[in-house]
């Protein structure tokens, strides 16, 4: 991906005159920067907010470092049919077309956090079935996961959070292999104006808590897929949750196999069952928290 497009590339991806975009830049429409020459550069993150808000469309993907959406076309599946394209693109293998799907949907303006609670997640269910009736159930699975995977990490690509944006901190509770949820989590909140630290699956509580020590953050995330051992994680995620009472670092806590752990509701704790939810729950922290926590730029 490009950090930095001229007004040119920028005109020629999106099919409107360089000078347009010039006079957006100097009308304040448009943020950007200038060289040492004194010409115009636009960050990728600003060009990606300046397409979703103005419902541009994007002529040239290839401008903009995102060649894969031109493998989908300019013509995207209805709401209904999202998750059954992707699906199809996931158990064929055909990576390039399931990244272009997911950007092209997020250059249409939908958040990360519908992406994922919808085509992602139904796609996923459907791909996670394959093996009661297929023999490649197995390997399309392993397959299509890392498709997914890097799908996410280019959409967490296109965010540019400031560096005094509030920190998140989370991961996949011990003993959780998967991937996909906690990554995601940490790309729905850059996509809010956050900056996320995601340490990723099987990070042990422990390792959350020094985490959270040494880098402050304000809000921290669990996502719970597979438990091993019931008893144990629900003592170390009491332990966990006891330990942010009453500061000042907020828990969300989600994931399909999060009730097993049957947590007791507490006033620091926030169990969701959807992206969107811990999507709302950091806007809403940054919100009540007033101008010092509030992100500097929201994509959402
Ligand atoms: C990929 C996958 C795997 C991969 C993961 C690889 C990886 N690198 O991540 C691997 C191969 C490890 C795997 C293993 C197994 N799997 Co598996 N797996 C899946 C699959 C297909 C997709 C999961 C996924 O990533 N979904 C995409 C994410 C984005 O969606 P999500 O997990 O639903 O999360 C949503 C919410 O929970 C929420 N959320 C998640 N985290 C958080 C956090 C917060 C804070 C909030 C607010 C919300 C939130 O938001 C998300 C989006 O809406 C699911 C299918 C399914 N129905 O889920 C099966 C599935 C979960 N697996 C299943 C099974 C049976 C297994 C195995 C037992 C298979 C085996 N025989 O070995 C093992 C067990 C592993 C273990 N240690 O426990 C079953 C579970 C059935 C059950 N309920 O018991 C499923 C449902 C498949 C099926 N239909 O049979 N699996």
Known sequence: MKPLLSPRDLAKAIGVSESSIKRWVDDGAIEATKTAGGHRRIALSEAVRFVRESRSVVVRPDL????????VGAELPSRGDEAERLFDYLKAGAA???????????LAGRSVAEIVDGPLRT????????????????????????IAFRAV??????FAPAEQAPLALGGAAEGDPYTLPTMS????????????????????????????ESLHPRLVWLSVSAVVDREALAQKVKRLVSYLADGPVSL???????????????????????????????KGIALAAGPALSPVETHG
């Open 64 to 71: 903009l470092g995102l060649r894969e959406m031109a493998a």
């Open 153 to 158: 990490t280019q959409i967490r690509g296109l």
């Open 96 to 106: 390039a077309e399931a990244r272009g799907l997911l950007l092209s949907l997020y």
């Open 185 to 212: 989590a940490a790309a729905v909140l850059e996509s809010v104006g956050w900056r996320a630290v995601n340490l990723g699956p099987n990070t042990p509580i422990d390792s959350l808590l020094l985490g959270v």
């Open 252 to 282: 969300a806590l989600g994931g399909s196999a999060l009730a097993e752990l049957d947590l007791a509701p507490h006033s620091q704790l926030h169990v969701g069952e959807k992206m969107g939810e811990l999507e709302a729950f950091a």
């Open 123 to 146: 796609a996923m269910e459907r791909i996670g079935e394959l093996w009661i009736e297929e023999e490649t159930g197995i390997f399309c699975e392993h397959r299509a996961t890392e």
